[in-house]
């Protein structure tokens, strides 16, 4: 087999078998098959598209491209729940324990923030001493005894994506529906849960901006982790302004631990609901959408989903005392509101700007190696459809440094648009696809 004959065969539009991608796959990861063959590859593939076998037969090929982790160790269903990221996205904060809370093993893996704002590890480090630096076994030992693990994703999970990953950055290909879902599914699939839920955002702050383009790419996931053999649901939901009303690190934790005590804002609290619904029904503990909702409700009320998260922050060398005294989180030096500058209606938030706001005050990662400032951020306190008058706070904003707060409160003012009429909320939940 020649990686020539098979550039060609896509070039020409034709479709490519199992063992020709698994070649293909095998021969890039080991260092034979050059960067220039690969790029030409995805270029093709880029411009001639996949079908649904190529696409299954390229997640598979990556996903086993490096360790497939056996999770067969952990009693019950494992549940895993991932998001294609947005501003102000602290759902697994709050729902991994309500689901582990429910006695379902919540077995996950996360990364780090690259960008705007931190990633879920990052968020969790807010708490002193967490760490998810543990080996397999306390991963797998801490998920039977508690029933929740989150620990970084390895160099040996699907180490093809993220080499391929790099190389669509670099030429143009990354913007390819069979790519992205292939890209995502091989590491969830690698990570070795029974049951995946799969919040696709869409909006000004999601990597899909048209509602279109993330209903097709949550129809392209659930069909592979389907065929997969995985219980796979797609939620499609809105990132067209940001989740909740906080943004960075520690205030998205203590915006979590509100949620957790019944005081969390109404969208964050029914996306949690909506995605925790599909995962207590993906692992069969539940009849409906209506008792799994209600039992969701429970945990929160009774208060048995606060203590979880406690017990996880614990179990993982955290002050867990803070998930009770969130007021000793990570706080910044400066803290300041931002005033209107009209009356009127938020028409519009160009939500990534506020994701830009949170990096300008140190809150994301510019580059791999920067050091994120946990304490900063903003907490938003008009959206869009509510009512303003001049003068009146829009939002707070968390910062360390004079300068970034002036640079963060331009660029946040010229993200908002304003109606002198008024305007309709807009829909959270856009579909679900199971």
Known sequence: MRMYDLIMKKRNGEVLDEKEIQYMINGYTKGEIPDYQMSAMTMAIYFQGMNEQETLALTM???????????????????DKHST??????????LTPMVAALGIPVAKMSGRGLGHTGGTIDKLESFTGFSTAISE??????????????????????????????????????????????????????AGADAIVLDVKTGSGAFMKKEEDAAALAKEMVKLGKGAGRKTFAVISDMDQPLGFAVGNALEVKEAIDTLNGKGPEDFVELCMTLGSQMILAAGKAESTEQAREMLQGVIQDGSALRKLAEFIHAQGGDEKLVYHPEKLPVASMIEEIPAPQDGYIQHIVCDEIGMCSLILGGGRETKESEIDLSVGLVLHKKVGDQVIKGESL???????????????????????????????????KGIIS
């Open 61 to 79: 090929a990556m996903a086993h491209s490096g360790d497939m982790l056996d999770l067969s160790d952990i009693h019950g269903v494992k549940v």
């Open 395 to 429: 939002a707070t904003i968390h910062g360390n440094s004079r300068e970034k707060i002036e640079a963060a409160k331009e660029r946040f003012l010229n993200a908002y648009t304003f109606s002198t009429t008024p305007v309709e909320k807009k829909k959270l939940i």
């Open 85 to 94: 990221g947005g501003v102000g996205d602290k759902t697994s904060l709050a």
């Open 137 to 190: 076994e306390q991963f797998k030992e801490n998920v039977n005894r508690i029933g929740i693990a989150i620990m970084g994703q390895t160099a040996d999970l699907a180490p093809a994506d993220k080499k391929l990953y790099a190389l669509r950055d670099v030429t143009a290909t990354v913007d390819n529906m069979s790519l992205i879902a292939s890209s995502i599914m091989s590491k969830k699939l690698a």
